[in-house]
């Protein structure tokens, strides 16, 4: 509708950088590996041994989806062995016929390699992913240690309270997507603090930098992916910022309240509301905007929120090469009137 997700992410923390700088600044120099942390993520190579514990219980298991077949894996190491990084469709295509989840023996075998580890996604060519050997991909000094559960796990629950900065247990899990049992085990491992948040109605903890010195920084206006780590665990969102969302790309049109792909719009550290976007040859659209209602409780907020929305409107509008931008709805519909759009704020 926009851009893709991982574009949007540094876009809305640096600004319009340029679509191509984001792409080599991920993928650029063997700096990042894709694997599952909160879901399908880029990650800096450096953080390969954190996920030893994630490998160890795939292999354990045995499969993930699909019941994985023995020829194909040693076939798709050998074809990267003499070949180098190879995608799916070059490694034997990744659909058996039929609907979305019937996957080739080819990509269920690629899929499983990778959660195990004997395989790195190092880069996407669009929408696939390119898979080349670990051994080749992963630094030696890396691939080289292999650090237990509990040392994985309270790597992963410290980085993530850095992140968060405050969290409950359950945020902290999310983050890397753990169990709550796991972050409980390691918890007094990490030099997290223990805290109560006022209004919150779990224990939580902190990272001690952050509460050492008053937040620095600036306020960002900028429409953020629903899959930002800022908003991305739902429950947290509306506990942080009294902000309820939901992604309705999954329902039916008919019963969407917000659209397809509403982003949140960020101004003044707060969610004030959410854009549905879309292009129409130059033009951005958004198809739909709602705003909250504190957010135009009084002229002086309708004002400041109206300016916001037009500044993220230009700002993406600008970003995607887009001379025009248009709303089509506006909730509440009597503020139309006064959203200007003349020229980029």
């Known amino acids: 509708m926009l851009a893709r997700s991982h574009e949007l992410v540094p876009y809305s923390r640096l600004g319009a950088v340029g679509r191509a700088t984001v792409e080599d600044a991920y993928w650029g120099g063997g700096a990042t590996f894709e694997y599952w942390a909160h879901a399908a993520s880029i990650l800096p190579i450096s953080e390969w041994p954190s996920f030893a514990f994630r490998r160890r219980a795939y292999r354990a298991r045995g499969l993930r989806w699909h019941k994985v077949p ?41 899929e499983w390699l990778l959660d195990i580890g004997e395989v790195v996604c190092v880069q996407r060519v669009g929408w696939r992913r390119v898979y080349d050997l670990a051994e080749r991909a992963v630094p030696e000094e890396l691939l080289a240690q292999d650090p237990d559960d509990q040392a994985c796990l309270t790597r992963l629950v410290s980085h993530a309270g850095r992140a968060l900065g405050v969290g409950t247990r359950a945020d902290l899990a999310d983050y890397f997507r753990l169990r709550g049992d796991q972050v409980a085990s390691v918890i007094d491992a990490t030099e997290l603090v223990p805290v109560r948040v006022h ?110 929305l037009s500044t993220a409107l230009w700002q993406a509008a600008t970003w995607v090469a887009c001379d025009n931008v248009r709303v089509e709805r506006l909730d509440p519909p009597h503020l139309l009137p006064a959203l200007n759009l003349s020229a980029a704020s």
């Open 199 to 308: 209004g919150w109605k779990h224990p939580a903890w902190a990272d001690p930098e952050a509460l050492a010195a008053p937040p620095r920084g600036r306020h960002a206006t900028t429409l953020l992916s629903p899959f930002d780590s800022l908003v991305w665990d739902r429950a947290r969102t509306s506990r942080v910022f009294g902000f309820d969302h939901r992604l309705e790309a999954y329902v039916p049109k008919a019963k969407r309240v917000h659209g397809y792909f509403a982003m949140p719009l960020l101004a003044g550290g707060r969610l004030l509301g959410r854009v549905d976007p879309a292009r129409e040859g130059k033009t951005l659209i958004a198809r739909q905007v709602s705003l909250e209602p504190w957010a135009t409780a009084t002229p002086a907020r309708t004002e400041t929120t109206l300016q916001a």
């Open 70 to 110: 023995d020829g194909p894996r040693e076939e798709i190491l050998g074809r990267l062995r003499t070949d180098g990084p190879l995608t799916t469709k070059e490694l034997g295509g990744a659909k058996a016929g039929g609907d979305w989840w019937q996957w080739s023996d080819a990509k269920i075998a690629i």
